[in-house]
């Protein structure tokens, strides 16, 4: 089956700098990535839409300036945190539709801790 | 933009009971799927439902997508402790043309051995 990974699967780092998550798709080319995060107990916000080869979709609210995604090939999806803050900690998921329905097959997720 | 409202936020069932979580959308879906994300995982894709009316099995769950194409639900038939997570209904998102999912908010739902 469909297959994404991420990578960190978690990561501490302290206030004010910046931090990587990538998001692969791993036997299917993904023109389209989303990017989740998920508060505890809560359910998935969408945060933006990655598109290969094109500028991201982001969501109402989201900071583009600080939340840069970049999807430089079709399997793989970057997104950067930058200048991180305690506020930014939490769990972030990234997806990829794939299949007649266009069900999305989501990554294991990262935990980002900010101190 | 479009919600996807769930029903219950949490279910605490006897292991053998049954349980059944609800979802219901002001607006019609071209189709809803369903997600279940086990404790410290993400989730997992289930089942997309897109005919109305239709009903869909998968061993002891039961997935049903309403006449009208605004509710849907998942039934599951004599928990097991293996079922424990939180469920998730998602419907199509609002961008035009895109693959975008609108999430319910989840229903965890808790086993008791």
């Known amino acids: 089956g469909a297959v994404v990974s991420q990578h960190p699967s978690w990561v501490i780092c302290k206030s004010g700098t910046s931090v990587k998550i990538e998001c692969r798709s791993l036997d299917f080319q993904a023109t389209t990535m989303f990017w989740y995060r998920q508060f505890p107990k809560q359910s998935l916000m969408l945060m933006a839409t990655?598109?290969?080869?094109?500028?991201?979709?982001?969501e109402q609210g989201v900071e583009k300036d600080k939340f840069l995604i970049n999807h430089a090939s079709l399997t793989l999806s970057t997104l950067t945190v930058t200048s991180a803050h305690p506020e930014d900690s939490s769990f972030y998921i990234c997806?990829?539709?794939?299949?007649?329905?266009?069900?999305?097959?989501f990554g294991p997720g990262t935990r980002l801790t900010v101190t | 933009g479009q919600q996807v409202m769930q029903i219950p936020q949490y279910q605490h069932v006897q292991e053998g009971e049954d349980f059944t979580t609800y979802c219901n959308s002001s607006?019609?879906?071209?189709?809803i799927q369903w997600y279940k994300q086990r404790p410290g995982g993400h989730p997992v894709f289930l089942i997309q439902?897109?005919?109305?009316?239709e009903v869909k099995k998968q061993k002891r769950l039961t997935f049903q997508f309403g006449e009208a194409k605004k509710n849907s639900s998942l039934h599951i038939t004599a928990t097991q402790t293996t079922d424990v997570g939180t469920y998730f209904c998602?419907?199509?998102?609002?961008?035009?043309?895109?693959?975008?999912?609108?999430f319910g908010k989840g229903t965890k739902l808790s086993v008791i051995p």
């Open positions: 990655s598109n290969e080869g094109s500028k991201a979709t982001y």
């Open positions: 607006t019609t879906l071209s189709n």
């Open positions: 439902l897109v005919k109305s009316g």
């Open positions: 998602a419907g199509p998102g609002s961008g035009a043309g895109s693959y975008q999912l609108t």
């Open positions: 997806s990829a539709p794939r299949g007649a329905g266009y069900e999305q097959y």
